[in-house]
């Protein structure tokens, strides 16, 4: 979507804690796709949930 010519993402000013998986999707991987729809990182963890 255009808002008078800039683009703006789905999570454009909200602040986001990612917890990525290390068998599944890490943390940072997340990370990157969230800061790209606009998103603030508060915090970034990649666990094991075994």
Known sequence: MHYQGKEKG???GKKVIIFGDRD??????????MKAAGAQIVLTVTECFV
């Open 10 to 12: 789905m999570f454009q």
């Open 24 to 33: 599944g999707v890490p943390g940072p991987a997340i990370a990157a796709c």
